[in-house]
């Protein structure tokens, strides 16, 4: 199996996270880590700005 190094992938665009705690998991990631929250969907999705890349937070 190729690995996406070896595939030539060369861009990063989404960080799926899976989270069992929505709010604490958004207060890290954009608290501590500076992180903008885009969207959120209650407990079950968060989309926050990595600057370029997209991480998304999911729940159970």
């Known amino acids: 199996m190729t690995s996406p190094l070896e595939a030539g ?3 990063l665009g ?9 709010d604490g998991a958004i207060a890290f ?3 501590a880590l ?3 929250v885009r969207f959120r969907d209650g407990d ?3 989309a926050l ?3 370029g ?3 998304a937070l999911v729940g159970a």
Do not use: H, I, K, Q
């Open 29 to 31: 990631y954009s608290g």
């Open 34 to 36: 500076g992180l903008a």
């Open 53 to 55: 890349v997209t991480v």
């Open 44 to 46: 079950r999705f968060a």
């Open 14 to 22: 989404n960080v799926l996270v899976p989270v069992e705690d929505m």
């Open 49 to 51: 700005d990595g600057g």
């Open 9 to 11: 992938v060369s861009r």
